[in-house]
């Protein structure tokens, strides 16, 4: 668990009239920091990797604050001291500058490093200029350099310009359900949907502040000449407010995708339209609506009125391409088909990928608008039971979905398709299809851990496969010609099951050791897909 920043910070031992050289931390420091934490994150495996191989690149570990950078280097740090290298740890404040850190890396060097660790480097204002120094200073000389910042951003634009091609991420924010378990000895999965992700409480106006809303407006302050067209008509106040109004968004969003669904099965009216008989604000199309009442309740200044609801939304959208590179977001598609249109709709979703951040937005936004729609208690346990459900759902899909991509960017590089599926008014949890055998599954996601036939209907469907069949082919035109063969899954709380060619695999046992960590992988077998790993 990630203990507190706040470590204290001596100074260089320089006096006045010397030059100032950035803090290196001594191993005794390093040690006394890792007491008691006695799980690590298997991110670290890349460290090691790294460590072990003489690569052309720099390795930057960037996410958010509180998410495991500073332990993770600490822990190589030691592995290499314990192992006889010779490894230097040098720990950035906000007082230093280009020069005490150039001086501290060539002190190092000169001291025989062979590896030099620099934590919260983007404290140094202008990385995304002068980086290139630091490639040139230690991987040209054969000296490993590990680097940390929370200003991801920062790293994000470095990597564009003067390290192209000369770094690479291991990227903190996500973190797995299989990964949360093992380090929290076993906590389940309901404490990892509400605090996942994040090594300590934390405040949710705090946390997005200082996350996420200043690494950004920063990092374009210091780098305004890298150009950000979309961008430069804001002021830094404005700019603050579209990035926190695009966070509302993908909330939002997520939570219209609640309020409209139906609680358990298509025979019971969804939470919408039982709002709706109180006069309710809320529909599919009411995004910004219910954003201005949500932040009029919580006090929200939104100072973004000299611009046009066509300009907000284009700094929306691009705030959300900038969300995504810096790992806030992650991205899925949603694919969505009508019988009486041969139309194939491909909508670009967003879910926030820590899971603790994730509950504590969707929670508080939930709450507000339950009050100002003066629901009742009855109707607000239910709305937040099937919250607790959506939840579950975004965890699966994205966990599935940076499982299987594993950071390829390009569709042609990724050996499986991920997209939930929509036809009409019933829809899919998630299709995967696997492109190497032409295999494709179909998942309902369930929170209860009771069998019904009501919860595997839709996956008896034919029409509604055939849609989600055809739904694929499109996608991957080029890739497949035609799907070999079709499974049909229900994940949920229960013991595995199978009922009518439906499998029932535990949620729990698919996210800690089924088919996230292998893959979903299909075999063909005499004309047949075998699936194994669950």
């Not at 200082?210 to 000449?225: A, P």
């Amino acid at each position: 668990m990630e203990k507190s920043k706040n470590m204290d910070h001596p100074g260089s031992g320089y006096q006045n009239d010397t030059p100032r050289q950035c803090e290196m931390i001594s191993e005794e420091h390093m040690r006394n920091y890792l007491t008691g934490i006695m799980h690590d994150r298997t991110l670290l495996s890349e460290l090691s990797d790294y460590c072990e191989h003489h690569t052309r690149y720099i390795l930057a570990l960037s996410g958010l604050r509180r998410t495991g950078k500073t332990v993770l280097m600490m822990r190589q740090a030691l592995r290499l001291l314990d192992a006889g290298k010779n490894a230097a740890y040098l720990q950035i404040s906000e007082i230093d500058t280009q020069q005490s850190l150039f001086r501290g890396v060539d002190s190092a060097i000169k001291n025989g490093a062979q590896y030099i660790f620099i934590d919260e480097v983007t404290y140094v204002d202008g990385f995304a200029r002068w980086g290139d120094w630091l490639y040139c200073s230690t991987v040209l000389k054969g000296v490993h350099c590990i680097i940390s910042g929370t200003d991801s951003f920062g790293l994000v634009l470095a990597s564009g310009n003067v390290l192209f091609d000369r770094i690479r991420f291991v990227k903190t924010t996500y973190m797995s359900y299989a990964e949360y378990h093992y380090i929290t000895d076993g906590k389940p999965l309901s404490e990892y949907l509400h605090t996942g992700g994040i090594f300590s409480a934390f405040d949710l106006d705090e946390y997005v502040d200082t996350s996420i809303v200043n690494n950004i407006v920063h990092s374009i302050n210091r780098y305004s000449d890298h150009g950000y067209r979309e961008l430069a008509p804001l002021l830094d106040d404005e700019l603050s407010s579209a990035i926190i109004k695009t966070i509302a968004n993908v909330t939002i969003r997520f939570l219209i995708g609640l309020l409209v669904r139906s609680y358990k099965y298509p025979d019971l009216r969804s939470a919408l339209d039982l709002l709706s008989r109180h006069g309710s604000i809320f529909s599919a199309e009411a995004v910004n609506a219910i954003q201005v009442e949500v932040a009029k309740h919580l006090k929200i200044s939104e100072k973004l009125d000299r611009f046009s609801n066509k300009q907000k939304e284009e700094f929306v959208d691009y705030l959300k391409f900038i969300l995504e590179k810096i790992d806030v977001v992650t991205e899925y598609d949603f694919e969505q088909s009508y019988t009486d249109n041969p139309k194939q709709y491909t909508h670009k979703e967003h879910v926030i990928t820590q899971p603790g951040l994730r509950y504590e937005q969707t929670r508080v936004y939930l709450e507000v608008l339950c009050r100002l729609n003066n629901t009742g208690a009855l109707l607000m346990e239910q709305i937040t039971q099937d919250m607790e459900g959506k939840l579950l759902e975004a965890a699966i899909l994205t966990s599935v979905i940076r499982k299987l991509y594993d950071g390829r960017i390009g569709r042609a590089d990724r050996k499986h398709d991920v997209f939930k599926f929509a036809r009409d008014d019933y829809e899919f949890d998630m299709v995967i299809v696997n492109l190497d055998v032409c295999a494709l599954s179909v998942f309902e996601i369930k929170r209860s851990g009771v069998i019904d036939t009501r919860q595997y209907s839709r996956l008896l469907d034919n029409g509604l496969i055939n849609a989600a069949v055809n739904t694929a082919l499109l996608r991957n035109i080029g890739r497949i010609g035609k799907i070999e063969a079709v499974s049909r899954y229900v994940l949920y709380m229960g013991a595995p099951a199978e009922v009518d060619n439906v499998k029932y695999v535990n949620i729990e046992d698919f996210l800690l050791n089924g088919s996230v960590s292998a893959g979903i992988f299909f075999q063909k077998n005499n004309n047949k897909a075998v699936n194994y790993g669950m």
